[in-house]
């Protein structure tokens, strides 16, 4: 028992030694990451007041949530995660104007009051710097608990290493939040199917928080859709399979479609709650954000042609290069698509464990990559760098999986080796009549 105890708690030191290391190098790393000031932060960071008007103010009104751009253009809850920043930081919200005219320059827009001071945009920064930190830990979390300790580090270490995500991570806007939030969904939901079956009162409060943290990464920015969308297939799967399997099988199945189910009702009253613009109509002003999104790639698209994406063969290329090839960690260290060979070998080695198991996470995690990497090609009208984020860290995720099935595939050569080299030497121990041979033979 003791001997017992004494493994557990060197694991967990383990364990905890890694992710601390991770957090560690991922601080280090994005807090001296740099990138040139972006037009749409200044939007981001104008209009973090919404923070105010929810969390001091506490004003939920429709005149305090008007249907104006700004309610409608994104969802609020990066602008949350901003503007509780800073003002924890002491800087005043809403000092100046969000409409940042595109066409200048970033000082020419802030000589005109349409852009942050230098400091409040370095600050706002410092927040995002450490959501991206956090989000490296959370993906090793959600990749060691399918593929191991190794492999949870490597995919951590990828989205850290990258180049490309170094750049869009620090910057005060949607993104940041969205995947420190997709990620951690993730991590919550495949530790409660891992606990489905011993502990179930834990694998749904799980399910529960997964849940609520999916409908926050939908609440930061729109693109969250698609985690939902892939929990809400995964959910589908479940149902159909408790409704064609025989009655012994039905339990365990009905048992997913019920975690699935929870998960889903969390994500919504989590998304509407986080939004008073919605609570009017949620459903129909959920369609209305979409609809404005729509319209405005499509204007974007008209007014420069030059970035529109129009044919789905160069959607799914721009996003495929984008997101495995384009400044990620091996083509830019080593001159190699190693993330683009890892995630194909974990996308293969997890659709084939879902395909052979009964719907778990690894099911989960292939339709989360689909949904990803699929959403973000179809969706794609209009290209700018930092769309491609979401899709980069799954396909790190992925590549941290690729990594894991490698090792195993290593470990068990070595295991199935292991008897047949012990035969041999045995053999040739005895072959040799040494004194020691006979003493073997005789034990054998």
């Not at 999986?401 to 068990?412: D, E, I, P, Q, S």
Request: net charge positive; hydrophobic share 50%; glycine share 10%.
């Amino acid at each position: 028992m003791a001997t017992w105890i004494d493994r557990r708690a060197v694991r967990l030191a383990g364990e905890l030694a890694i992710v601390l290391a991770l957090l560690a190098l991922a601080l280090a790393t994005f807090g001296v990451a740099r990138a040139k000031p972006d037009g749409d932060e200044a939007e981001w960071i104008g209009t973090a007041y919404y923070f105010d008007t929810l969390f001091v103010r506490r004003d939920i009104s429709p005149d305090a949530w008007p249907d104006t751009y700004w309610t409608r253009t994104q969802p609020m809850v990066a602008r949350y995660a901003i503007g509780a920043w800073l003002s924890a930081r002491g800087y005043e919200l809403g000092t100046f104007n969000p409409d940042h005219d595109h066409s200048k320059d970033w000082s020419a827009n802030q000589r005109a009051g349409s852009a942050p001071t230098t400091a409040m945009l370095d600050e706002a920064r410092r927040a995002m710097r450490g959501l991206a930190a956090l989000t490296a830990v959370w993906l090793y979390l959600a990749v060691r608990l399918v593929a191991g300790p190794l492999g949870g580090s490597v995919a951590s270490l990828l989205v850290i290493g990258s180049p490309y995500l170094n750049e869009h991570l620090i910057r005060a806007k949607g993104d940041t939040t969205l995947m420190f939030f997709w990620m951690a969904a993730l991590a919550a939901l495949v530790g409660g199917l891992r606990l489905r079956e011993s502990h179930r009162r834990a694998s749904l409060g799980l399910a529960a928080l997964g849940g609520v943290l999916f409908g926050l990464a939908f609440g930061a920015k729109l693109t969250g859709a698609l985690g939902i969308l892939a929990l809400a297939a995964w959910t589908v799967l479940a149902v159909l399979g408790s409704l064609r399997r025989c009655r012994a099988a039905r339990a365990a199945t009905f048992g997913a479609a019920t975690f699935g189910a929870v998960a889903l009702a969390a994500a919504a009253l989590a998304f509407v709650a986080s939004n008073p613009f919605l609570y009017p109509d949620p459903i129909g002003r959920t369609a209305l954000l979409f609809r404005n999104r729509s319209e405005e790639m499509a204007r974007q698209m008209r007014e420069e042609p030059h970035r529109a994406v129009v044919t789905v063969q160069d959607r799914i290329f721009q996003t495929w290069d984008r997101s495995l090839f384009n400044e990620a960690w091996g083509p830019s260290h080593l001159g190699r698509p190693v993330e683009m060979v890892l995630a194909v070998l974990g996308f293969g080695w997890l659709a084939v464990r879902a395909g052979r198991r009964r719907l778990g996470a690894e099911a989960l995690l292939v339709l989360s990559a689909v949904g990803a990497f699929g959403g973000i090609a179809w969706g794609l009208g209009y290209r700018l760098q930092h769309y491609f984020v979401p899709s980069a860290i799954v396909g790190d995720l992925l590549a941290g999986v690729g990594v894991g099935f490698a090792c195993r595939l290593a470990l068990a050569a070595l295991r199935s080796r292991r008897p047949a080299d012990d035969r041999r030497a045995t053999a040739a121990t005895v072959a040799s009549g040494t004194p020691g041979a006979r003493a073997a033979l005789a034990d054998g």
